[in-house]
């Protein structure tokens, strides 16, 4: 069955940079477009980054574009998120979601869209 598990959160201090990281495991990772999104108490997930299944196009949610850098190992099976500049209200439970992509060409960044998620990982930004 397909597995998500999320590592790489933590507390850092503003302007800080982390790196997330999504092993996946039980399914066709390559056929497979990837997201990254996060919930802050009392909030619905917030879209961050997009990946289509070859890596090749991306996308970003308006609140972390330029800071956040997504990326895929197709070979590890792993789905990263660069964290740069980070900010108060960055402070969120990551995760990352699956979604078995038709053509190379498909992302998605609705919540909706993706069938299979990660437990999550917590990122504390704290002066």
């Known amino acids: 069955q397909v597995q998500l598990v999320e590592s790489g959160g933590g507390l850092v201090q503003p302007g800080s940079s982390l790196r997330l990281s999504c092993a996946a495991s039980?399914?066709?990772?390559?056929?497979?477009?990837m997201g990254w999104f996060r919930q802050q108490p009392g909030k619905e997930r917030e879209f961050l980054a997009t990946?289509?299944?070859?890596?090749?196009?991306?996308s970003y949610g308006a609140s972390v574009k330029g800071r956040f850098t997504i990326s895929r190992d197709n070979v590890k099976n792993t789905v990263d998120l660069m964290m740069r500049s980070l900010k108060l209200e960055d402070t969120a439970i990551y995760y990352c979601?699956?979604?078995?992509?038709?053509?190379?060409?498909?992302?998605?960044?609705?919540?909706?869209?993706?069938?299979?998620w990660g437990q999550g990982t917590q990122v504390t930004v704290s002066s």
């Open positions: 990946i289509t299944r070859g890596g090749g196009t991306t």
């Open positions: 039980g399914f066709a990772f390559s056929s497979y477009a």
């Open positions: 979601a699956a979604r078995q992509a038709p053509g190379p060409g498909a992302y998605y960044t609705r919540a909706s869209s993706y069938f299979d």
